[in-house]
């Protein structure tokens, strides 16, 4: 099928930090007659010529938005990462979620391609790992918790649509711990904390990107056709030790048995998150991807790298109730 | 090929890449300021302050995190200014090591150094690192066992030193950005062996890095170490105990574990390190990594090569601890 722009643009998770803003900078092109945006709640920012429509992707409900519109490109971003509320809500709105907008994109004649939002939480993290993922690697140690689990079969689906349905150009991008100011992670609540514990004996190589850049990464694969699975993330990498230094914020080595208690005294005294095991493995054995292929796919590179988009997220911490710390010490850098 | 051998004492050039260290300013001679600003001329400051403003520079840049890693996680700043000091009091003053050949391996572009493994700990390494560094002015990336990344402490030392897991993914980007790695194709089978099986090379593990070497188009370096057998000889293994602990062995020495906490200071054995000849194989071009019959001929040509070598250095060496 000859390559068409994408003319009805579905967004998924519209009301939450990512997709808004990807909402925003796809109506922001003319060359899209219409962009709809759902969610379960209603959106807090104004979306411009965005259209909501307050529809559970869980329901068959999704299937009637995108038949009716005529949706021809998908943008799923709906994917929970956070902790807020229990995680069996978390699970059914990722994997039940995604299993009903894939089976609409299947039935639907109009729909031409999918674009996923899906995490460099698929690798894992453990020892046994390469020092740099590329995309044909597979997690050493499955993921068997929580977000990173739900992503990985997510991304099983959204293969078995991929075969069943040949036509489809289906982009999955593997997105590292996005960091920039507004952002609100599981990352950003820890970085956050009045003091940082940090896993004795440990010191994660850790990557992050730039909403910034990840919303031209999505913008591109909604506009043009990306077949296939990309690793996004900022060049570099910052070492957690470094970058609590270059923060200037207070860290605490604590051995990794009671990490998960302090987590949770953070949580019951500050509301901070407690810490989910593939957030402590991460803080033990870090992850880093090549990111070479969407380097070539793109003939792009971020604008940001790790320590940039870090040094960002430091300078806008600024009146979030944090404790006093210096500018980001890497701000001027480049 | 003997005729480069020398002292690294003597070795002028070893002075250029040695930094101004802060935690032992007393023991560098003031030649080695000289040298190292020699042809720029003397600076105005005197030895001691200048390396008290290194190290006041050094502690500012580790505060404020002002330094680079690479995607490994090397760290060259901590690298060089911490961790070879501390490896290189032990190189120079108490394994006295010799290095010869070291024409052999090329200034510059990737190339794969293949050694013998011993000693129980592999202080092997750490010694090579430090003569690739001071002597060969490049940094050694080494390929190590997944359990030195899990052990806390060990792990991130570890990568900050610039070292990795042994897989192929990594030998072959860090091969890719021409940086001279390091491998013991041995492993466990070679620093655990007992000590009457010394100076004997076991199996040269499945070949995986003449595969490396053969797809990345770079030489082998054999390297043969002499003197790292007899720094812990190995004369029993606990085995229960290891397994308890989730170790290949435990080993037990004529100091420990009978003495304690002293039973772990090495014997201080003399050390020779030879670079042989690179091995290249351009009959050979990449597509024969995937020909197991190819591999396994030239792992056993490397391993024979390491294993002459070992034998000559050994009967060069002399007595073992003089």
């Keep these: ?127 046994r790992d390469p020092a740099v993922f590329t995309e044909e690697d597979q997690a050493v140690e499955a993921p068997a918790h929580g977000y990173a689990k739900d992503t990985a079969e997510v991304e099983r689906y959204v293969r078995g649509l991929t075969r069943r349905r040949s036509d489809l150009t289906v982009s999955v991008l593997r997105f590292a711990n996005f960091l920039g100011p507004g952002v609100d992670s599981p990352v950003t609540r820890y ?14 190589r850790l990557q992050f990107v730039h909403p910034d850049d990840g919303v031209e990464v999505l913008r591109r694969m909604t ?58 493995r991460w803080l033990m054995y870090g992850r880093v991807l090549d990111t070479s292929r969407l380097a070539a796919e793109l003939s792009w590179t971020p604008k940001y790298g790790s320590e940039e988009a870090f040094a960002e997220f430091v300078s806008g911490l600024g009146g979030r109730g944090a404790p006093p710390h210096r500018p980001a010490a890497g701000g001027g850098r480049d | 090929m003997t005729a480069h051998h020398q002292r690294p004492f003597d070795e002028p050039d070893g002075a250029r890449v040695i930094p101004l ?48 890693v690479d995607e490994f996680g090397f760290d060259p700043d901590l690298n060089s200014s911490v961790l070879l000091p501390i490896a290189r009091a032990l190189y120079e003053r108490w394994f006295r090591v010799e290095l010869t050949g070291l024409e052999n391996v090329p200034a510059k572009g990737g190339a794969l150094l293949v050694a013998n493994h011993s000693g129980t700990v592999p202080l092997d390494g750490i010694m090579l690192s430090v003569a690739t560094h001071d002597h060969l002015d490049r940094p050694l990336r080494l390929l190590g066992a997944d359990l030195v990344y899990q052990v806390p402490v060990l792990a991130h030392l570890a990568r900050k030193a610039g070292h990795t897991l042994a897989c192929p993914a990594d030998a072959a980007r860090l091969l890719a950005k021409d940086e001279l790695v390091g491998v013991f194709p041995e492993g466990f089978k070679g620093i655990g062996k007992p000590y009457t099986e010394r100076y004997k090379l076991q199996r040269f593990g499945r070949g995986g890095f003449v595969e490396t070497a053969l ?22 293994d606990l085995k229960p105990l290891a397994r308890l602990l989730g170790l290949p062995y435990f080993p037990v020495t004529p100091t420990f574990p009978l003495l304690g906490a002293a039973g772990l200071v090495p014997l201080p054995s003399k050390w020779l390190i030879r670079f042989g000849e ?26 024979e090569v390491v294993q002459q070598m070992l034998y000559e250095t050994l009967l060069r060496r002399g007595h073992p601890f003089l």
């Design chain 2, 215 to 236: 797809r990345a188009d770079v030489p082998i370096i054999p390297c043969a170490i002499v003197g790292a057998e007899e720094i812990y000889p190995k004369i029993a």
């Design chain 1, 191 to 204: 970085l956050t904390m009045p003091v940082v514990p940090t896993v004795l004996g440990f010191d994660p």
């Design chain 1, 223 to 280: 506009l043009e056709d990306h077949p296939g699975c990309f690793n996004v993330a900022g060049d570099g990498v910052l070492l957690l030790s470094q970058a609590l230094r270059r923060a200037g914020r207070p860290h605490l080595p604590v051995p990794a048995p009671s990490i998960s208690a302090f987590g949770g005294l953070g949580r019951r005294f500050t509301g901070s998150p407690a810490f989910s095991p593939e957030l402590l």
């Design chain 1, 1 to 127: 099928m000859p390559s068409t722009a994408a003319r009805v643009v579905l967004v998924t998770g519209v009301s939450r930090f990512l997709g808004a803003r990807v909402a925003n900078t796809l109506q922001a092109d003319p060359g899209i007659e219409r962009v709809i945006g759902v969610d379960t709640v209603p959106p807090t920012t104004p979306l411009g010529r965005t259209e909501f429509v307050r529809v559970d992707i869980r329901t068959p409900g999704i299937a009637k938005v995108i038949s009716s519109a005529g949706v021809d490109t998908v943008v799923h971003l709906s994917l929970v990462t956070g902790q807020a509320g229990p995680r069996a809500r978390a699970k059914e709105l990722n994997v039940i979620g995604t299993m009903q907008l894939l089976a609409a994109c299947q039935r639907s004649p109009d729909t031409r391609r999918l674009v996923v939002r899906s995490s460099a939480a698929v690798y894992g993290s453990s020892p």
């Design chain 2, 21 to 68: 260290r802060p935690d032992e300013p007393a023991p560098v001679p003031d030649s080695t300021f000289a040298s190292a600003d020699g042809p720029s001329g003397p600076s105005e400051r005197n030895p001691v302050e200048r390396a008290l403003a290194s190290g006041l520079s050094f502690l500012r840049r580790r505060v404020t995190g002002e330094y680079e």
């Design chain 2, 278 to 303: 690179p091995m290249t194989f351009p009959e050979h071009g990449p597509e024969a990594a995937d020909d197991p019959m190819t591999v396994f001929n030239l792992t056993d040509h490397v391993r």
